[in-house]
């Protein structure tokens, strides 16, 4: 997931949350993480790990490599959230190196005496502001950058990582009013780990993987629409021009919003959600 949104929108505050809505990790994955941990000398800890490495991390910090092949943060994030705030600050070339794991959920370093392999499936969850400084598209601040800074600023991170993000979210600098409000109308961290956990367990019964491990013929098979929602899907992909991997990934979405409404067919409503969680920063 990608948040883009000014300073003060609650962009980290959520991303912290984020492990605690995943629900409780597999043993499996738990046993390969403290594995992980113990390879650098870490003590255990329970739970999902929420790893934030700072912008000035090198590729083996973040991926791992080195003299010794060890994990990176990538891989320490296993299981859990890998969260990059300010993602316009890392290096393109650090940022390009998380493909690997992002596609096979695994990071492999060659080396003379062989090929490390090790885990790293976790949620990519990216923040950025809209533009430099911090204000562009907000009511009440000016932003003071330049149409051409504002280009040149969200160029930093569009291309091949940008295209493997499949939901990109606008948040809106919240008001003193709403942060003061004693009643929200927001689901509490309960009912939404109910949801997930639910929604997971949907898709593992019905083909044995979650929705993210579905591609090529698998994804259309299950993917099943009504004929007039797919000539209507068809000819909005056409409009937007939508490669195929965008429209792959808005298949992908759109299942699993349907998902958690408990409807067997993807719909309209949720094939244009899906569509509404696509990039607009120039690609
Ligand atoms: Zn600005």
Redesign the pocket.
Known sequence: MMMVGPPGAGKTLLATCMPGLLGNTSPTKAFELALIRDLLGLEFEAGRPFRAPHHSTTGVGLIGGGRTACPGEASLAHGGVLFLDELPEYPRAVLDLLRQPLESGEVCISRARGVFHYPAAFQLIAAM????????GDDSNE???SAS??RRYQARVSGPLMDRIDLHVGLERQTAATLLATETDGASSDAVRCRVNGTQIRQLERQGTLNAGLSGGALLCHCAMDQTVQRWFEGVSDQLQLSGRAIHKTLRVARTLADMAQEEEIGEVALLEALSYRSRLPQ
């Not at 502001?129 to 562009?136: L, V």
Request: aromatic residues 8%; contains cysteine.
């Open positions: 502001n809209p533009c430099p400084c911090g204000y562009a932003c003071c950058c800074t504002v």
